[in-house]
């Protein structure tokens, strides 16, 4: 029997219109109130930018929707790729660091979707339940 089991703590998944992301991206300062540095220069290089940055919004809040934790800001969550291409979530936050998730992200020409499945979460010493 294994002394740790893997318990899946919480579910969040969230879709965005990419058009409406366009739109803020264009005219507001979006990217820098919510996206890191590392993030906006990965979206920002190549095609598809829109579809980029949709989803990504999407896994941030898919986080808050899996974790519960509605105080988290969603620039300290933080989308990066390993060598393959596979994206995981960091939290810049230290109060709420250790995050144990798998993210899926995927998009079409007008909509961005994230799913988030948190693993045995737990912020000082209490376990998080999923968002409700």
Do not use: W
Request: glycine share 6%; aromatic share 6%; hydrophobic share 40%.
């Amino acid at each position: 029997m294994t002394k740790n089991p893997q318990i899946i703590s919480g579910i969040g998944i969230d879709i965005v219109d990419i058009k409406r992301i366009k739109k803020l991206v264009e005219t507001t300062s979006f990217l820098k109130r919510f996206f890191a540095a590392p993030e906006i220069k990965y979206c920002l290089k190549g095609k598809n930018k829109f579809e980029r940055i949709a989803a990504r919004f999407a896994a941030k809040e898919a986080v808050i929707k899996a974790t519960g934790l509605k105080k988290l800001a969603l620039k300290d969550i933080v989308l990066i790729k390993d060598k393959t291409g596979k994206p995981s979530i960091e939290i810049k936050n230290k109060k709420y660091s250790g995050l144990n998730a798998l993210v899926s992200l995927s998009h079409t020409a007008d909509y961005a979707c994230a799913s988030v499945v948190v693993i045995n979460h737990q912020v000082t010493g209490k376990q998080v339940s999923g968002h409700k």
